[in-house]
C-alpha cells in the first residue's frame, strides 16, 4: 500500500477514534437536553393549569365581591329606612306624650271642678235645689229657676262624663 493511502486510512481512524467520544459526547449532552426541554414543558404546563385555576378564582372572588357590594348597599338602604321610620316614631312618641301631659293637665282641672261642684252640692244640702225652686214667688221665676237647676244638672252630667272619659282614655 502506498503511503498515502496508510495515512488516510490512519487519518480516517484517527479522526474516528477522536469523533467517536465526541458523538458520544454530544448525544448524551442532546439526551440531557431533552429531557431538560420535557421538564420545563411539564413545569410550563402545571404553571398554566395553576394560572388557570387562579384566574378562575379571582372571577369567583370578583362575583362575591359584586354580591357582597350589592348587599351591603341594600343593607345601607335598609338602615337609613329605619333611621327615619326611627325619626317619625320618635317625634309620633313626643306628640303623644305632649297629647297625654295635656289631657292629665285637663283631668286635674276637671277634678277640681267637680270637687268645686261636689262640695257645693254637699253644702247645699239634699234640699237645697227644692228650696231654690219653691222660694221663688210667681210660677214663671219658677220656671225660670227650674230651667238654671236643669242646665246646671245638665252641666254637671256633662262635667262628670268628660272626666270619667278623660280618666279612661288616660
Known amino acids: 500500500m502506498s503511503r498515502s493511502v496508510t495515512v488516510r486510512i490512519l487519518s480516517g481512524v484517527l479522526l474516528a477514534a477522536l469523533l467517536l467520544p465526541v458523538s458520544r459526547s454530544l448525544a448524551d449532552d442532546l439526551d440531557d437536553s431533552r429531557r431538560k426541554l420535557q421538564q420545563i414543558e411539564r413545569r410550563l ?24 357590594s350589592a348587599e351591603l348597599e341594600r343593607m345601607r ?48 244640702g239634699d234640699a237645697g235645689p227644692l228650696r231654690i225652686v219653691f222660694s221663688s214667688t210667681t210660677p214663671s221665676e219658677m220656671a225660670r229657676q227650674f230651667r238654671y237647676l236643669s242646665g246646671v244638672v245638665r252641666h254637671d252630667r256633662q262635667l262628670l262624663d268628660t272626666y270619667r272619659s278623660r280618666l279612661e282614655d288616660l
Open 45 to 68: 404546563r402545571q404553571t398554566s393549569q395553576t394560572l388557570e385555576q387562579k384566574t378562575q378564582a379571582e372571577r369567583q372572588l370578583r362575583s362575591d365581591l359584586r354580591s357582597v
Open 77 to 124: 338602604r335598609r338602615d337609613k329606612d329605619l333611621e327615619r321610620e326611627l325619626g317619625r316614631i320618635e317625634e309620633t312618641i313626643a306628640a303623644r306624650q305632649k297629647d297625654a301631659a295635656e289631657a292629665r293637665t285637663q283631668v286635674g282641672e276637671m277634678e277640681n271642678q267637680v270637687k268645686t261642684r261636689l262640695v257645693a252640692l254637699y253644702k247645699a
